[in-house]
């Protein structure tokens, strides 16, 4: 059996696909992180690690403005920082998860924001058992999805990179048997990575 199991979901909001709003977005979460490190006390990626990274793209963003710098450097410039805002993101749902009436809070101290209760989120999944120990997850697709990024947990709330797919779908394995286990994806597209769906579960046989 499947279900569906109730996760607080930090949004990060980063729908603008321009370098300079990315720059601003990532400028906004650290500073309101760093004012806020009593909540904060040991953020992942460090926050000064991410201001190296926002003005590494700024930089860089210049750079091929002014036709001496690559687009090549400025993209991965960007996928760097873009990659940091996922991290962090995860790193503030996880303290909302762990104090779930202080979450909304914890999100407002970062610059984030939760996802609506009951929101369905675009990527439902659904799982089945292949063979024992191993279980296939599959995803709704996404328009402009380049990949597909998937995690494990067996209590909902530490989780365990997968490998990335291209497709929407992937099957796991060497999962334990008899243990209930979480499933959740998120894709990566042009514009950086998606916030995760909502998990499913089932007891892996």
Not at 49 to 57: K, S
Not at 157 to 174: L, M, Y
Request: glycine share 4%; charged share 15%; proline share 4%.
């Amino acid at each position: 059996m499947t279900s569906t199991i109730a996760t607080i979901i930090v949004v990060l909001a980063l729908k603008a696909a321009s370098v300079p709003a990315l720059i601003l977005r990532a400028t906004a979460i650290v500073n309101a992180m760093a004012a806020n490190k009593v909540t904060f006390p040991s953020p992942y990626p460090a926050l000064t690690q991410v201001t190296a990274d926002i003005a590494t793209l700024t930089a860089a963003e210049t750079a091929l403005k002014n036709r001496s710098g690559t687009k090549a450097a400025r993209d991965d410039a960007r996928n760097k920082l873009v990659t940091d805002m996922a991290q962090l993101r995860a790193y503030v749902e996880q303290l909302a998860n762990a104090t779930p009436t202080q979450a909304a809070i914890i999100a407002e101290d970062a610059a984030m924001t939760l996802k609506k209760p009951g929101a369905r989120h675009k990527n439902d999944l659904t799982v089945k058992q292949i063979v024992s120990g191993s279980i296939k997850v599959v995803a709704k697709n996404a328009q402009g999805a380049r990949s597909h990024e998937w995690q494990v947990s067996t209590d909902g709330k530490t989780w365990t990179n997968a490998p990335p797919s291209a497709q929407a779908t992937t099957v796991i394995d060497n999962l334990q048997v008899g243990v209930l286990t979480y499933f959740r994806q998120r894709v990566i597209t042009k514009t950086g990575a998606s916030d995760w769906s909502a998990p499913v579960s089932m007891i892996v046989s």
